[in-house]
């Protein structure tokens, strides 16, 4: 991204997030940890464009503010209103996430991501099987009539390693072994995971199962785009569509440096698109479109370069 479009990104998120803060959407809504967790990656991303401390407050303040409403005494619940109630693997590797780049500024939320790591770690792994793609609130077992997540242990393996190889030397391990033995048959088909597989690869990108996961989700993602200017939730879904999850496909399509002028075309695109129901005014909507637009330190700009 060139100065002038960078400062353009900065200009929109700016006022998308004062849009927000007046219709209280975010951050000073109701809490729900995948957003939060995009939303702490935003504001640290703002600090280290613009190097205004009230950011890296803002940031704080929303760590803070998880922990009060979502947190448990072992890990964190996925949102504030009643059905969201358990804990979903991936939203507490996108927080650790979050603590890894809040971490680069202030240390100690490093680590408190090494001690979330290692509160989660053992109850969601079942050692030769999986990842449980949601507990129990408290952790006690698998939520009911639940499975194994397909990307689960990308989503840790990429986490731990951001958070400190060493320290989380053993749970990557377990995270490693899982990918060695899903890599080869794995083949993502939802925009969503697509977009946030191709995100996951980029940190990696010469890990044989980096090479072949990009592969494959950019020739099913070729055969996703619709000419009006979006991707399709499924290749049988053609008409299906929903803005934060073409916000996550953009993300990871800059991560890997492909499309550009589909992004383009889909932040153009959902800018007047309404569905004309909840996710309207959603928080997790209007978080993920910043990201879109300004993806910041979703992306290791070194890593990147092995794309270009």
Not at 59 to 76: F, S
Not at 104 to 109: G, L, S
Not at 177 to 182: K, P, R
Not at 204 to 223: G, I, M, N, V, Y
Request: negative net charge; hydrophobic residues 40%; glycine residues 8%.
């Amino acid at each position: 991204m060139n100065a002038a479009a960078n400062a353009e990104a900065i200009a929109y998120v700016r006022n998308k997030l004062r849009w927000m803060r007046s219709q209280q959407i975010w951050p000073n809504g109701l809490r729900y940890l995948w957003t939060d967790a995009f939303g702490v990656v935003l504001l640290v991303s703002l600090f280290e464009e613009l190097g205004e401390r009230p950011f890296l407050d803002d940031a704080e303040w929303l760590v803070a503010d998880v922990n009060r409403v979502l947190g448990r005494p072992l890990g964190i619940r996925i949102g504030e209103e009643p059905d969201r109630d358990g804990q979903y693997f991936h939203y507490l590797a996108m927080w650790l996430f979050a603590l890894a780049m809040l971490g680069r500024h202030i240390p100690d939320y490093k680590q408190l991501g090494i001690d979330l790591a290692r509160q989660i770690h053992e109850p969601f792994l079942v050692r030769g099987r999986g990842v449980i793609w949601k507990m129990q609130e408290d952790l006690s077992g698998p939520y009911p009539g639940v499975g194994f997540g397909a990307m689960d242990a990308y989503d840790g393996y990429v986490s731990y390693r951001m958070l400190d190889d060493d320290a989380l030397s053993s749970e990557i391990a377990d995270m490693q072994t899982l990918i060695d033995e899903y890599n080869p048959t794995l083949n993502i088909t939802q925009d969503l995971g697509i977009g946030m597989m191709l995100w996951l690869t980029h940190f990696f990108p010469t890990e044989e199962w980096a090479k072949l996961q990009k592969q494959r989700c950019l020739e099913t993602l070729d055969s996703m785009w619709n000419s009006a200017g979006y991707f399709c939730r499924e290749p049988y879904l053609p008409d299906t569509r929903f803005a934060f999850t073409n916000f996550g496909v953009s993300v990871g399509l800059q991560a890997v440096c492909k499309m550009p002028e589909r992004v383009r075309q889909l932040n153009e695109y959902f800018e007047s698109y309404r569905s004309g129901d909840e996710y309207d005014q959603a928080a997790i909507t209007h978080v993920m479109e910043c990201s879109s637009h300004l993806p910041g330190c979703l992306i290791n700009q070194t890593t990147r370069e092995s794309h270009n």
